[in-house]
Every structure is written in structure tokens, then in C-alpha cells.
């Protein structure tokens, strides 16, 4: 039964750009490939069908559900390490590895926004943690909780780019303790009266996520290592949600890019990808995807 349960939460995760990776990842027979934000295996699955070689495969996923699924679904021959992709990323050049293939999904995966007791669904109501790694203290609750008003008002514009920062924050502090997204959204719908396609407390929780999981910090810190992993001719994909993270991405391929004769890489995506109209009926989550991908230069070689 308990099997049973991480089967079908997994089955409800349609990995993003399934197509896109492929064709920009393009795996090989042979090719080892590293994916920092593993999941339930949906990316993965498919680039190991092509290039059929699980023990040269390294899966990370700081998720310790995700690893469980991942468990099952790739019992032998694959490198399953629970970490943040930051701390995965310096331990893999530790120990001197090269990958032909990497790939980054950084958004959250379906199972953890549909599922209850994790507090990333706007429209459940639950508790206010959004952890992506469950043995870590600080959750959303303690931020709404204890930052000031005005360290609020700051994670809310800087991580959240929420225009009504100001008034969002006035209200938490006016009604703590807050212990429930409901509280929370029904704050956040307050402050922007009147019903719009996206829910009003998008935005504020996408601060929280981001606050809670230090994912701008550790996405920064790890992109220059994630270059140093890449093999010669390897390639890496990088998909992100919001447009935050699409600029320290963007940013940190263009530096490495160029027409320099010390360029490290070429650009395969001059602009981001983002889903097909036909990828949005089933999967309406993909709608903010952007996918950036580039190889390396093959010093000796041509790329």
C-alpha cells in the first residue's frame, strides 16, 4: 500500500518540456548524466531510455519523498544522493566528476503543490512549512511569524516582485500569528480586491518558497560549478519559473558564452523556450517555464 502511494503521487507529475530537454540535451548511448533536481524521475526516465546507462547516471533530490520514488524507480546501477543541488554540486567536483548531459528543473514538482501537509498550494488549506527538505528548522511559518515588518516587506518585493509589499506585510503582522496558508492567501486577497486568472497570493508565497529554501543563493553559488561538471561537447539544460531565476541562468550562460577566444560556451537557446500551446492544455503548470541550454567547448576539438 505504502508502494502504491508514491506511485500514484508520482504518476500526477508531468515533467515540463519533456520534448525541448531531449532535443537540446540530445543524450547519446553511453553519455553520463547528472540531474540536480530529480524528482519523481520524469526527465530522467526519459533521457536514461536513451542513453541506457544507469551507472554512469548521478540523481539528486533534497526531497526525501522524491528519493524514495526515485528508489523504486531506478533500483540499481544509479547514484541517488539526498542533498541540495549546492551541496551535490562541490561534492561531485570533490571527487572529480565530468558529466555529458546535466539538466536543473528548478520548479517545485506537482506531488509537493498537490500535496497537503507541505504548504505550497495556494488554494488548500495548510500548514504554512514549504520546505523542500523536511529536516531543516526554519519554515514558512517562523518568517510570518517573527521577521519584522519591514524584513517582510523586503523578502516580499525582492523574492516575490509584489508591487502591494507594503500593504501585505502591514496585514500579516496585524494578524499573527499566522499558522495556515489559507490565513495567509485570504491576507494576500485583501490586499488586491476583485479576482484575476492568478490568485493574488502567487507572488507572496513565491517569496516565502524562495526565502524559506534559499533557492536564489544556492542557484547563484551552484551555476558556476554546474559549468566546471560539464564534459567537453556536454551539454545542460536549465528550466526556471519566474523571472528572477531566468536572469541569474541567463546571466551566467552569457558570461561563459561568447564570440571570446576564452569562451567555455555556446549558446543553444539565444532566447528561452517555453511550452508548446498543446503542453499548456495538460499541464497549465508549465505556463512560466523557460528553458536555457548551452555545450561546452571542446578546447581540442570543435564543439
Known sequence: MH???HQNKHKQHVPVLLNEVLRYLDPRKGESYLDLTAGYGGHASAVLARTGSLTTATLVDRDSEAIKVLREKF????????????????ELLSEGRQFELILADLGVSSPH???????????????????????????????????SQAQLVDLLRRYGEEPKA???????????????TGELAALAVKAWP??????PATRTFQALRIAVNDEL????????????????????????????????????LQAASGER???????????????????????????????RAAVKINKKGNS
Open 217 to 252: 543563493a544556492q542557484l547563484e553559488q551552484s551555476l558556476p560549478l554546474w559549468l566546471r561538471l560539464l564534459a567537453p561537447n556536454g551539454r545542460i539544460a536549465v528550466i526556471s519559473f519566474h523571472s528572477l531565476e531566468d536572469r541569474l541562468v541567463k546571466q551566467a
Open 261 to 291: 577566444y576564452d569562451a567555455e560556451l555556446r549558446l543553444l537557446t539565444r532566447r528561452p523556450v517555453t511550452p508548446e500551446p498543446a503542453e499548456l492544455v495538460f499541464n497549465p503548470r508549465a505556463r512560466s517555464a523557460k528553458l
Open 3 to 5: 508502494q502504491n502511494k
Open 113 to 147: 503543490l498537490n500535496e497537503g501537509t507541505r504548504g505550497f498550494a495556494i488554494r488548500q488549506d495548510t500548514p504554512l512549512d514549504m520546505r523542500m527538505d523536511q529536516s531543516q528548522a526554519l519554515t514558512a511559518e517562523t518568517i510570518v511569524n517573527t521577521y
Open 75 to 90: 533500483p540499481d546501477g544509479v547514484d541517488l544522493r539526498q542533498q541540495d543541488f549546492l551541496t551535490a554540486s562541490r
Open 166 to 180: 507594503g500593504q501585505i506585510a502591514a496585514l500579516i503582522v496585524a494578524n499573527r500569528p499566522l499558522r495556515r
Open 194 to 199: 476583485g479576482h484575476r486568472r492568478v490568485h
